[in-house]
């Protein structure tokens, strides 16, 4: 119950949010206007945004939050040293706020509701601290908590965000005698990138787009969000069957985190790769077109609720 959840203003998550994009646009612009631009620079920022983005959608998101499947330590490590730069806190923290999401979706206790507005699901709700105590918090994350890498990540998370999000730009960049340029566009540039398309999916996936396997939530499909968010836009398929390793189920949904978890399997570094039965795919879709279908749906629906300033 939300009068039960303290919350407290978490000043160094609101400075990072605020002042990073800053610092970001105001570098960039003048690094512009004295070096150019290089196509390294572009280069280093495509590649960071996206070894860093499969580390969150991939490891963070579909490994450690669902464990929708198994890996080997070595990718492990990748996604806990990469993930730790994309600035969205230790797996520990993440995995059980994003647990507490799916459990509770559109209500109180879910941390990023979108029935609180597109805004608090964003980003406002990373203002605020929602524990009292680290126990509280890592209820339902005991699994992890035994992991033997997980524990390491969540001690050292602030140097590792560092040295992976900030210091391996700069040294790529010093590798092609532009360390400052590798820095900006690989680390303050991506870093915005990094941070907008991940919150993204928890405010505009819940927000806009088609619900055809689930209707009990305002999770949604879209195309679009899927593009550059690595496969995460169809997120009602993924919040009808979160133990999939797939969001897009189709050989044409853009979803390259399902097909880099696919080729490491052929490599023997994944495996136990867990699908939902097609016969469950159809009975959720049939289920959902009826729903679609009932007058009720409409009462059902919580966004619509909230649009109409009712409580769930
Ligand atoms: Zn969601
Ligand atoms: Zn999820």
Redesign the pocket.
């Known amino acids: 119950m939300l009068d039960k959840i303290k919350r407290r203003f978490n000043w160094t998550n609101a400075s990072v949010l605020t002042l990073l994009p800053i610092a970001a646009f105001l570098s960039v612009s003048f690094y512009i206007y004295y070096q150019g631009i290089h196509w390294m620079d572009v280069g280093i920022l495509v590649s960071l945004y996206t070894l860093i983005g499969l580390a969150v959608t991939g490891g963070y998101?579909?490994y450690y939050?669902?464990r929708a499947y198994d890996c080997h330590p070595i990718v492990q490590l990748f996604f806990l040293t990469f993930g730790a730069a994309a600035l969205e806190n230790s797996v520990l923290c993440w995995a059980s706020d994003?647990?507490r999401?799916?459990r509770y979706v559109d209500h109180d206790e879910d941390p990023y509701s979108i029935t609180k507005g597109f805004f608090w699901a964003h980003m406002g709700w990373v203002f605020f601290d929602h524990h009292t105590s680290n126990d509280a918090r890592f209820e339902n994350a005991h699994d992890l908590k035994k992991d033997k890498l997980v524990p390491w990540q969540h001690k050292y998370y602030l140097p590792l965000a560092v040295l992976f999000g900030f210091g391996v730009p700069f040294l790529l960049g010093w590798a092609v005698g532009r360390p400052w340029g590798g820095l900006i566009w690989g680390g303050l540039i991506r870093q915005f990138l990094t941070h907008h398309t991940t919150f993204l999916i928890n405010s505009a996936a819940h927000w806009f787009g088609k619900r055809p396997y689930s209707r009990q939530n305002t999770a949604r499909d879209s195309w679009w969000l899927a593009i550059f968010s690595f496969g995460?836009g169809f997120?009602n398929f993924?919040?009808a069957f979160?133990s999939d390793y797939r969001n897009g189920i189709r050989w044409y949904h853009w979803d390259p985190t399902k097909w880099a978890i696919r080729s490491l399997s052929w490599i023997k570094l994944s495996w136990d790769l867990r699908k939902t039965p097609k016969q469950s795919i159809i009975q959720s879709i049939e289920r959902a077109k009826s729903a679609a279908q009932s007058a009720i749906d409409r009462y059902t629906d919580p966004l619509q609720l909230q649009q109409r300033g009712e409580k769930t």
């Open positions: 998101h579909r939050a669902h994003h647990r999401h799916h995460e997120h993924h919040h979160p």
